[in-house]
């Protein structure tokens, strides 16, 4: 299985380049789509890290794959500014699941 990035700037996505993660910088809601439609196809992509802002655009996209399919497993990482809030999100996708607050 490999692992694939999906970044809204170059900072992250050459960092995980040199970690052996390929990835594309995308900026736009219908780019992020385009991407997770195709790496979902992808039979060798098991997890896809995605930056925050990427998956506050698309977050029906992302919760809708989340939910509804095994793989690839999507991950939320924090863009290069740092944003330390991943733990809410985390709640968030919890209390959306399951349906009852945290």
């Known amino acids: 299985m490999r ?3 999906i970044s809204d700037n170059n900072d ?3 960092g995980m ?3 052996g993660i390929e ?3 995308v900026h736009e809601y219908e780019e992020v789509k385009r991407e997770l439609s195709r790496l979902i196809d992808e039979d060798d992509i098991g997890i896809i890290l995605m930056t925050r ?3 506050s ?3 029906d996209l992302v919760y809708d794959i989340k ?3 095994q793989r690839p497993l999507i991950v939320e990482i924090p863009d290069r500014h740092g944003d330390s809030s991943i733990g809410d999100s985390i709640t968030n996708y919890i209390q959306e699941a ?3 607050k945290i």
């Open 53 to 55: 802002k990427l998956i």
């Open 57 to 59: 655009i698309s977050r």
């Open 12 to 14: 992250t996505c050459v």
């Open 3 to 5: 692992m694939f990035v």
């Open 98 to 100: 399951v349906g009852i």
């Open 17 to 19: 380049r040199l970690a």
């Open 67 to 69: 939910l509804n399919r």
């Open 23 to 25: 990835g594309v910088v």
